[in-house]
């Protein structure tokens, strides 16, 4: 007899199954370039400083090659660091993740080493909401976008405390 879904208490592992949804769903985001959308000037907003001789020749060609609209990209380097920034938080992430589980405390020591890769773990998620706002902050980007990756890292977040809460319980009596 199976248990109904509601009913069912969170893996033990969903702290890791979540981790890996989130770095694949952020990296769709990275993939499509934080989500910037292009911008669509027209060929006025280029001409505004040039000499009426020189507009009238540039509006001619753009017009020849039908070009009356341009698309602008934003700063692309811009773009590479917050991508490049990102990566590495998700990547660093997964590792702390990763080596705190590895470790199976039999000693106080080995206890302490385990708490510390899980608060470097959610230093990595407070660090990647931190590049999100950056984004949001300097990039023509829709903010409601982010909201579901911002939610996603604070479930990450709360899935790592509860597991150094069991963590806790578990190994209270180690010397």
């Given at each position: 007899m199976s248990v109904l879904a509601r009913?069912?208490?969170l893996s033990q592992y969903e702290f890791y199954v979540n981790a890996l949804k989130l770095r694949k769903s952020m990296r769709f985001l990275l993939l499509r370039d934080l989500g910037i959308k292009d911008k669509v000037r027209?060929?006025?907003e280029f001409t505004k400083?040039?000499?009426?001789d020189d507009r009238v020749e540039f509006i001619i060609l753009a017009s020849k090659y039908n070009m009356e609209k341009f698309s602008t990209e934003y700063p692309q380097w811009v773009i590479e660091k917050l991508r490049n920034a990102i990566w590495e938080h998700l990547d660093q992430m997964i590792d702390h993740i990763t080596y705190a589980y590895s470790v199976w405390p039999t000693s106080k020591a080995e206890y302490d080493h385990r708490r510390?890769?899980?608060d470097k773990a959610i230093s990595s998620c407070e660090c990647l909401k931190k590049d999100l706002e950056g984004a949001i902050d300097i990039l023509p980007v829709n903010v409601e976008k982010y909201i579901s990756y911002v939610e996603k890292i604070d479930k990450e977040i709360a899935l790592i405390k509860g597991w150094r809460k069991a963590d806790n319980k578990r190994f209270k009596d180690l010397k």
């Open positions: 009913m069912r208490k027209e060929v006025h400083d040039m000499s009426e510390v890769e899980m």
